[in-house]
């Protein structure tokens, strides 16, 4: 008999991890971290259905992003997992980036809250160390897309999802039984990236339903979006500052300003890319030419750097981070996190949100209870690192940047090979109830809405 632990990620759009049990051995399919509200942080620390659980023999990842990789050294550090890590090759890559970074962000953000004062925790502790990170990126065993590999409870195939580089559905066999995990779903026709594969047919479907309330073609084209934006801190040398998850948005936007700048649509500004993660991802997306679609490719054979906007500047370090902060001239700054739940990103908008010339674009999803999500819902004053900041500058959001599909793109990802029970995940309830009703319309499957700590029969 299989089965499915549903771990984290299920009514949340964070902290996925589904323990599969059946076959030889336990194996869990994300692992990821919990973030947004700190009741939800909370069980980053003691989670008790992982208590419960086994211990898992193999991990398979289906991309990079933290909430669903971003628990894998505390499993390792703590946990004393040791069986391999797998996932295709630029997720590792991008593992090899993010994780460092985490465990950096974490334990700065323990040293300042130690500093300041403000941690209910005395003192502070980061969840991982670096240490727990070096011996979690030992494990990883990068695979192929489309082909078979052996796991602990049977095997498993990556094909690509279309939502950040390295981003994949996989789909894992045990005992007689195939489920899919469509890990987050991406877009058709975006920058850069291939589209989505469809999903092979499949016992049970597991689908995130992040958007599975919203229609992106109610929004307005994200290019124009953009313009609108740069245009308008130009014209009245304000500061644009858009927090943007360092893998994916942050390179979509890149290849967006650029084109905009060669099209004659927006003024050449400083570009700051104010994220070391973000500048080392930006690397591997150039780097990951298997992964590019046609239209990259093709900007490349003519020379063009389309990942490079005519004035970009990295800045690496604190002190390049800070100077940008004293600067008075009309620019950009794209930095992380995108909820702006921490990195650098809260630093610029303390700087930034009490004057009217500046403006924020959030462009991604900003889950509830986060720093992104009150400014989104038009808060006029919010808390930064326990001060009160009065929030006057322009708040606005760029969806239509969204990296996951809508209700219609996931139907159409859903395609043809319906399978006979669909599970709905990594959603909030809107989300989730608004996805179940169009899929109950549409097809003819089981619909199922799973909880934390459910167990189900595959
Ligand atoms: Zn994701």
Redesign the pocket.
């Known amino acids: 008999m299989t089965t499915i632990r549903f771990l984290g990620g299920t009514d949340t759009v964070t902290g996925s991890k589904f323990l599969v049990e059946g076959g030889r051995g336990p194996v869990l399919v994300d692992c990821g971290m919990f973030q947004g509200p700190r009741e939800v942080r909370d069980l980053n620390w003691d989670d008790p259905f992982f208590t419960e659980a086994p211990l898992p023999d193999e991990v398979l990842i289906t991309?990079a992003?933290m909430?669903?990789t971003g628990w894998l050294p505390r499993l390792v550090g703590t946990h004393g997992f040791d069986g391999p890590i797998r996932c295709t090759s630029a997720t590792a890559d991008l593992l090899g980036i993010m994780l460092p970074d985490s465990a950096r962000l974490q334990q700065e953000e323990a040293a300042y809250a130690n500093k300041k004062g403000y941690s209910r925790h005395r003192p502070a502790l980061p969840l991982y160390t670096e240490a727990d990170v070096e011996r979690t990126l030992a494990l990883i065993q990068p695979a192929g897309y489309h082909e078979w590999v052996e796991t602990a409870g049977g095997r498993a195939r990556f094909s690509f999802a279309g939502?950040?580089l390295g981003?994949a559905h996989i789909a894992l066999e045990s005992e007689g039984r195939r489920m899919v995990f469509s890990?987050?779903v991406g877009r058709w026709d975006i920058p850069v990236l291939k589209d989505p594969e469809p999903p092979p047919g499949a016992d049970l479907l597991l689908i995130e339903s992040t958007y599975g309330g919203r229609h992106h073609k109610e929004d307005t084209d994200p290019d124009t979006g953009i313009a609108e934006a740069v245009n308008r801190v130009a014209g009245r040398d304000g500061v644009l500052v858009i927090p943007a998850f360092s893998i994916?948005r942050t390179q979509e936007i890149l290849f967006r300003i650029r084109a905009l700048e060669d099209a004659g649509r927006i003024p050449e500004l400083p570009v700051f890319l104010d994220s070391p993660m973000a500048i080392d991802a930006t690397e591997q997306y150039a780097r990951h030419h298997e992964e590019h679609d046609l239209e990259i490719k093709a900007l490349e054979a003519e020379g063009t750097n389309p990942l490079r906007p005519a004035r970009l500047q990295f800045s690496h370090t604190v002190e390049e981070s800070k100077a940008i902060n004293r600067r008075r001239e009309a620019m950009v700054v794209i930095s992380a996190s995108g909820m702006a739940t921490g990195g650098r990103v809260p630093h610029h908008l303390k700087r930034r949100l009490p004057y009217p010339e500046n403006m924020v674009a959030f462009v991604g999803y900003q889950a509830e209870g986060t720093l992104g999500r009150l400014l989104v819902d038009g808060a006029d004053r919010v808390r930064i690192h326990g001060e009160e900041i009065e929030v006057v500058a322009d708040v606005v959001r760029l969806e239509a940047l969204s990296?996951?599909a809508d209700q219609d793109e996931l139907i159409r990802w859903v395609g043809e090979a319906v399978p006979e029970r669909i599970a709905l995940i990594h959603g909030e309830d809107e989300g989730r109830a608004a996805l179940a009703e169009a899929f109950r319309v549409r097809f003819d499957a089981e619909i199922l809405l799973p909880v934390r700590g459910d167990v189900l029969e595959v």
Request: no cysteine; net charge negative; hydrophobic share 15%.
């Open positions: 991309h992003h909430d669903h939502h950040i981003s890990g987050d994916g990296a996951h």
